[in-house]
């Protein structure tokens, strides 16, 4: 039997039986990183063709078949899964009531650390100048459409700062959904933020932030760094996604970037292994950031200023 038949033959039962089982089980799977396996597609597809053996030939064309089912279900899958927690269409006629709302909380020197959980869904997020307040945020969209919460332990407060239904719903008016947010920028700050598909626009160049968490979808992402503490953590993960970093040039820089299938721009940067990328003579600043990104098909912009 000729090699290509057998390829496409798994491959279109594999693909059916992957959409089959998805349809007609309850069971889930985590898909959002397994289609980055796509190139073992063509690292089989090599070998196929550079096995003699007609056997063999078929055995490594099958498994080339599917793979590439598994990571063309996978794409589809993470795709759809990610519309899904952003998006709700509705039908009816109501429309929408939009408002704007503030939320702030009162700061006290006696706080050395702050924590804040940021969680949308789609929508446009801005960190602006500094307040006298611990924080000072004003939204636009629904009304009613965020909670917060606080905590405080001793030096220490926690911020959950969250939307109650992160699903866009399409009513007769158009969708609004953005946040504005100020901070003290006397505590020592650790940001983690998850949104869907959304513009995320964070100047941070005036607080003291020791770790940036990010998890978003498709969105565009722009982060300027300061240089207020010794180490800085930077982790973003991400789907397909423009993201532009800025980076202080008073400090040393080290990216670790997963991003096989996304554009990479890294100037003033050397590459020291794979996927690690350290700012020219690093050791010698005292100041450190270390970026950790793991991202889909994505645009990696970083640059010093």
Known sequence: ???????????????????LIGNLTDLNFTWHSAWKFWPMVLVLIGISILVKNQIGKGIVAGLAAIVLALTLYASVSATTNLIDDDFEINFDNEEAVFDTTNFSQEYSDSIKTVTLNFNAGAGGFKILTPTDKLIDFMTEGNVNGYV?????????????????NNHIKLHNKNYKNSVEMSLNK????????????????????????????VGMGAAAFNVKLGNLVDVARIKIDAGASDIDILIPDSVGCEINSEAALSSRNYEGFKKVDNDLYRSENFDKYPKKIFIEID???????VKKY
């Open 148 to 164: 917060l919460d606080r905590q405080d332990l001793d030096a220490h407060t926690e911020i959950n700062f969250e939307m109650k």
């Open 1 to 19: 039997m000729k090699t290509s038949r057998i390829f496409w033959g798994i491959f279109l039962i594999s693909l059916g039986s992957l959409v």
């Open 295 to 301: 991202c889909g098909v994505s645009s990696i912009d």
């Open 186 to 213: 006397n505590p020592e700050w650790a940001l983690n933020f998850e949104v869907g598909a959304a513009s995320v626009d964070l100047d941070l160049t005036q607080y003291k932030v020791s770790r940036l968490d």
